[in-house]
Each structure stands twice: as structure tokens, then as C-alpha cells.
């Protein structure tokens, strides 16, 4: 019983990390029907860009008030958004839209190679430790386990994000003109709808969930080259879980995924490495379009 | 008729340019070549999957599978000879991709090429905890021998080199007569429009288990080779980067042409080895900067230069 809880709190945390890691490259997806290869490294460079923001706020004097370092962090991701989005989508995606799908995802590798040096020729090899705000707020006492109250924000920013987005597309105009564009994008260029802004702020939005996941793992880990390359692949396992393109879809992969890592770290350690693609190939077995895919027809 | 006799006689003098040139190569170039053809077999499986409009992102499963095969049988059982090395790559490729390919024949696009990702990232996970088969570290691999013929040196870089030049002439010619066979014209058909495929009575799934069984071959020859050259394989054969550079290959060399699946594997080679080379700590950028550049400049692959090359020829 207690082993389940354990399974049960270690499964949310992690699998609230895997939903910000994930949303923003189901939201490329459900807009712009592009499969990001370079989300992993966007993440990366998001963890480097707080990294570097938290140092900075630190070395600035911010010891007076700790917890500005938060801010920091977050302003780090949205500058990673705000110069990589555009440029990324305005400069180079946005030719290959004609393009067969495969195509683009073969772009997007070539994204993630050339990312995965920019990075290295910016910070360096060596790694980058940002922990004060990970230890900022304390441990939090769970039974007889302790846990990083830290951990705890991360599902707190999980569940603000889905619902921020939630909110977003489904109860604004301006979102509802994204979905809009998800639903038929010649009908609502038709409609007067502007879809070239409309897939660059998705995009930026993209961008910026994935700096987001992390710039909040930077102060978990070594910040160190490579961290983006394992990232993506576990972001695409949990997103073509919930079906590509859907936002409670990415959610309860996330949850799914979260908790059958729990569950195999702590029962069977041996298969932590690739219980995710083992959950993700049984879910597309009998699922093949993900848990929350709507199938569509078929045309002639 | 005459195109079915042309094949033979393409794949002969195709062999003997490869082998003259081989003779010439420094020891470097040749470990190059040999490598480049290597991945290039695995492309081709990936071209084959190709005409039918699926992308395989994950035929480093086989690759791994081919360059595990060959390396455990000779720890194992001693067996050192290549090409009874290759046989059972084959074979355990083969009886893989019977199992998947089936089941994998229903599932198109984006979702076809996923499933294939975490397949392969299943083994890479599977094989990194397990110790018995060296676990990250992989394990190495003997030196092959040939029907008795135990070379070392130079002598053993050569006899690998024209071992791989004659089965990717032999593999490439039986693929040639596949494409133009009426199987290999139905992928084509999928490719355009499955659906009138299957009204017009053929099985599309037959089809494209077929076509992925044939890519798991080639792919696990392509691993055989690989392992049996290195000397050495690890995890990393299965892992997505490398997956991904297959799927560079195949993308840069278009469906139409085979030999330009091997001129793009080799270029791919040359590239990286030469960023390597000169620019050890943003080889990745420059090979980036190259295939965007690739897909940008030749929309549908360097085949597509042959043939228009070819067609300027014929018109002029």
C-alpha cells in the first residue's frame, strides 16, 4: 500500500514534468502539422538560458530576495522563445510547408543537429549547476519520505500550464481562431483568418513550453550537452500516447507514462529505460491514432 | 526484355569499377567506403519502404540487430565466417520483421514512422541494461574470415571492402528487378493512392510487409557489415540519431535511383568525416547546415539529378 503511494507521488511528478516537456510539441503539432525534431533542443537551450539567467540574477545581488531567481528562470525561457520562434519559423520552417511530412521532420533534425553545436559553441562543454532554487523551498515530509517541495511546484506550473492553455484555445477568440486553423486551415485562411501569425505565435508558444521544461529542470540537474537528445524522444512517446495534436491527450500520456516509470523504478528497475516506448507501442497497438485522436476520413 | 539483361551486365561492370577503385583507395578510404555502403544497404531498405510512402525512423533496429548477431555468434560460438554471419543476420531479421511487419503494415504516416522509433528505442533500452550483452559499452567484435581465408592488415580492410561492394551489387541488382517487378510497381501505386490500389484488388498490407521485411534485411546486412568493419558495436546502432541519419540518406537520394542511395551514403561519409576533420567541435552544425542545404537545393534527392542528367543525354 505504501509502495503504491510512493508509485503514485513519484508518477505525478514525474509525469507533471513530462506534460510541460511535452505540450508545446503537441501544440506545433495540432497547428502547424509539423513533428518537432528540435524540441528536445529547444528544451536543452531553455535549461541553459535559466541556467545563465539564475546565475546572472544571483551574481547581480539577488541573494536579497532568492526568490526572484524563479522569475529569472522564466524570463530566461521567454527570450529563448522570443528569438528562437520567429526565427526559427518565420526564417526557416515556413518554406517547407508544401512539403511532404517527412520532409519537414527531417528539417527539423537538421535543426537539432545544428542546435545541439550552437549550444556547445555558446555555454561550453563544461557542466552548469544552478541548484539554489531547487533546494529554495524546502522539502516537504510525505510519511516517512521526504520530497523536494520543489518537485511539488513543478506539478503546480504542470496544472497552471494545461489549464492556461486549455482556457487559451477554447474559451478566447484568439484561440478559438487557432483551432479554427486546426480544423481546416484553406477555410479559414477563406474566412479572413491570418494563418501565417497564427502558426508563428503557436509556434513561439511552442517554444517557449519547451524552454519552460527546461529552464524548470535546469536547477535539478547538470546542465550539460546532450540533454535535449533523450528529451524528445520521451516528449514524442507521450504525445503519440494522447494522440498527436490533443492537450488532455499529452496530459494523460504524461500521468500514464509518469506513473508506469514510478511503478518500474521502483518494482522493476531493469525496465526504466524503455518502459516508455514498451506503454507507448501497447497503446498504439489497440489505439493506433492515440487515446485522443479523432480518426478522420479517408480521402479518395 | 533487354532491361532484365542490362541489370546483370550493369551489376558486373558496376563490381568491377568498384573493386578497381577499391585496389586504389588508401586504408582510410576504403574503411570509409566499406562503412558508407554499409548504411547505404540500410538506406536502401529505407528507399523500399520509401515507394510505398512510409519512413521507417527506426531501421537502426536492424542495424543493431544485424551488428549484434555477428558480433555475439562469434563470442559465442566461434563462428567467424562472413558469410555465414550474414545468413544469420538475415534470418534474424527476417523472423523480426515477420512478427512486426504485419501488424506494423496497418499504421501510415507519422504514426508508422513512431512506431518504428520505439521499436528500435526499445532494443537500445533493452540492450544498455542488459550486462550479458555488454551492456552501454556493447561488446567487440572478432575478425571475420572468408570460406577459411583469414586475412589481417590491409589485406583484411580489402577482403571486407569487396565482400561489401558485391553484396550491395547483388542486393542492389535484386532490388532493381524487385522495383520494376509488378510488386515493386504497386508500392509505387500505395505511394500515389492507396485506396484505388486496393479496389483495383491488390492487398496493400501484403504489400508493405513485404517491402518492410525486405528493408529489415537489407538493414540487418547493412549491421553485419557494419559491426564485422568497426570491430565493435554498441547500443548506439539502435539508438534515433542514427536512425535518423538513414533516413538523411534515403531522403537525399530520392526513390528512383539506387546507386544514388550509395553516392549519398558515401557523400554523407565524406561530409562527416571531413567536419570531423577540420572542424572537430561543430561537425553536427556543418552537417546540419549541409542537409538543409540538400533538401533545399534538390527538392526530390540527388537521384532526381541522375535521371534529369540521363534525360538531358537521351534528348541531346
Redesign the interface.
Known sequence: MELLAYILVDGLIYGAWLFIVSVGLTLVFGVLNI?N?AHGSLYAIGAYAAASAVGAYFALGGDAFPLGSYVAMIGGAAIVALVLGPLLERG?LR??YD?D???I???T??????L???M??IWGVTPLFVSEPYSLLGNVELGPLYYVAYDFLVIAVAILVGLVVWFTLNRTRRGKVVLAVIHDREMSQTMGVNVDRVFMVSFVAGVFLAALGGALTAPMISVSPGIG?NVI?IA??VV?IGG?GSIEGAAIGAVFVGIARAASVHLLP??E??II??V??GV??FR??GLFQKTQA?K? | MSFARSVPVACVLALAVLVAIGLMLPEWAMFLTTMAFAKGMVALGIVCLMRAGLVSFGQGLYFCIGAYVSGLMANWTGITDIFLLSALGIVAAAIVAAVFGPLLATYRGIFFAMLTLSLSMILYGFLSKLSVLGGTDGLNVMAPTFLGYAPEGRALGLALYVFTCTIVVVAGGLIRVFFDSEHGLIALAIRDNELRVEYLGASVRNEIAISYVMAAILGSLGGVIAGLAIGHVDPEFSYWTTSGEFVFVAILSGYVSIGAVFISSVVLEVVRSFSNLYFPNTWQLSLGIFLLVVILLLPNGLGSLLSRLKRKKRSS
Open positions: 513533428l525534431l526557416l518554406h517547407f512539403r511530412h517527412v520532409i521532420v527531417l528539417v533534425y537538421g535543426v537539432f543537429l545544428i545541439e553545436d550552437v556547445k559553441l537528445v524522444i514524442f512517446a503519440i498527436l531493469e525496465a529505460l524503455f516506448y514498451l507507448m507501442a498504439l497497438v493506433p491514432e479517408r479518395i
